[in-house]
């Protein structure tokens, strides 16, 4: 599309119609995302779509308006119970309640039904709204098959569906459930897929049931938002704690999303840093919906100033305006951590997303700036030098695991001895 031809579009010339534009405006959207303006108008011209883009580019509204036009230009003469029109897949259910209150900001003006179904909570009320009808159904796959399987939900009259952050469904396992949910599906629909990369299985995924779809992008593949300051502090492993509340408490950060590598990580961090007297929130896969749910309440409103998060938990995450993201531990896959800083500078707004690496992840640091084709700022903080070599750190790892699969019997005792020296190491770091 020619470029000043983009920056003048607005929503009225991407030809919505009244009702979608008052809700737009009610939500304070002046100018279409990029993401928008190339995706909204293949959609409503009935092409299939693979767009690539990530959380934080407007992708939720580039699939939903057009969408809803799509219905509202061809009402539907519904004779009994209203049937679902339109099947959105998402990975997480954070990502499901998120992209349904999407869908019902932009169908306010309508009268078109949507709902959400996903797992980990009582099936009764979801159920109960089913069979009340819905046009618009929101699902993770696991829910969704469960809930056809009881003759629950019928798939006839589908005639739109998307897949949302494809790449993470099959990280998580998804594609068998999604190659089950897309053989019950009607064959004349229209399918859109939207990831954030392009692995080899994602492609197989799109060529298996997009018909000759438009490509969108809405930035070049694995590049990184511009406003997004990215710095690499280096340091020792056991130093990484201290550094993060450092930075956090002396730069009074108050909204923080911290990734760990995995779980217990995350809740050995999120206890430490409340230990510093740093509200935080662990939010991962173990967690219960309700204490997710809470977690995320906390930290829009300011009642939780960091949350610790995994991967896969923070992916359907809707933080806008995040000014801070810190990476505890660098992604072993450089593309997580492309996921991980479009969580900071959204919607226009600057971000600063923080790395703390330790020797053992320099060639972590390496792939990422391969993917990006760019070199990462690193420095050092006075008193967190990185003093251990890559031998030390990796003798330190496999002494653990050896620990740990001779079932446990010294890991006690080596862990405190690590920990008390690393304690000791600390305690020196900060008298100087
Ligand atoms: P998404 O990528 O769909 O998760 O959207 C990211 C954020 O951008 C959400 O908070 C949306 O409400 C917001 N957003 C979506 N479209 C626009 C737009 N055209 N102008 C400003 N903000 C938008």
Redesign the pocket.
């Known amino acids: 599309m020619p470029f000043l031809l983009t920056l003048f579009m607005s929503?009225q010339t991407l030809g919505l119609c009244d009702a979608l534009l008052k809700a737009?405006s009610k939500?304070?959207?002046?100018?279409?995302?990029p993401?928008?303006q190339k995706a909204i108008p293949k959609i409503l011209d009935g092409r299939d779509v693979l767009a690539s883009?990530?959380?934080?580019?407007?992708?939720?509204?580039?699939f939903t308006l057009p969408m809803l036009q799509q219905f509202l230009a061809n009402p539907a003469q519904h004779q009994g119970r209203r049937k679902i029109k339109s099947l959105i897949l998402t990975p997480t259910r954070e990502l499901a309640a998120?992209?349904l209150d999407?869908v019902k900001?932009y169908s306010e003006f309508t009268d078109l039904k949507s709902t959400v179904v996903f797992g980990g909570v009582n099936a009764n009320p979801q159920i109960k709204t089913l069979r009340q009808g819905v046009d618009i159904l929101v699902a993770t796959p696991g829910r969704l098959l469960d809930l056809h399987s009881q003759g629950v939900i019928n798939f006839s009259g589908i005639q739109f569906l998307v897949l949302d952050e494809a790449d993470r469904m099959l990280d998580m396992g998804f594609l068998r459930d999604i190659k089950r949910i897309l053989a019950l599906l009607p064959s004349k629909r229209q399918n859109l897929l939207f990831s954030a990369t392009f692995s080899k299985e994602i492609k197989t995924l799109a060529n298996s049931f997009l018909h000759n779809p438009a490509m969108v992008e809405a930035a070049p593949q694995n590049t990184t938002a511009e406003k997004v300051d990215q710095i690499i502090y280096r340091t020792n492993k056991g130093l990484k704690t201290a550094l993060v509340i450092k930075l956090i408490t002396e730069g009074n950060w108050n909204q923080v999303l911290v990734f760990t590598r995995t779980k217990h990580g995350a809740n050995k961090l999120s206890q430490k840093l409340e230990k510093a007297d740093i509200k935080a929130a662990a939010i991962h896969g173990n967690k219960s919906q309700g204490a997710r749910t809470r977690a995320l309440a906390g930290f829009k409103e300011g009642t939780i100033s960091v949350l610790v998060a995994t991967d896969i938990a923070a992916r359907g995450l809707?933080i806008?305006?995040l000014p801070h993201v810190i990476n505890f531990e660098l992604p072993n896959i450089p593309e997580d951590y492309v996921h991980r800083i479009g969580r900071t500078g959204?919607?226009?707004a600057s971000g600063k997303a923080i790395s703390i690496v330790s020797v053992d992840e320099y060639a972590y640091a390496r792939g990422i700036e391969k993917l990006l084709n760019i070199k990462l700022d690193s420095t050092i903080i006075p008193g967190f030098e990185p003093t251990e070599s890559l031998h030390e750190v990796e003798s330190k790892k496999a002494e653990n695991k050896a620990a740990h699969n001779r079932g446990g019997r010294n890991t006690s005792r080596s862990q405190s001895n690590t920990s008390s020296q690393e304690g000791a190491k600390k305690r020196r770091k900060f008298r100087r």
Do not use: M, W
């Open positions: 929503f737009i939500k304070g959207y002046t100018t279409p995302s993401i928008q883009a990530q959380t934080g580019t407007g992708k939720t509204a580039g998120q992209v999407d900001t809707d806008p305006l959204r919607a226009g």
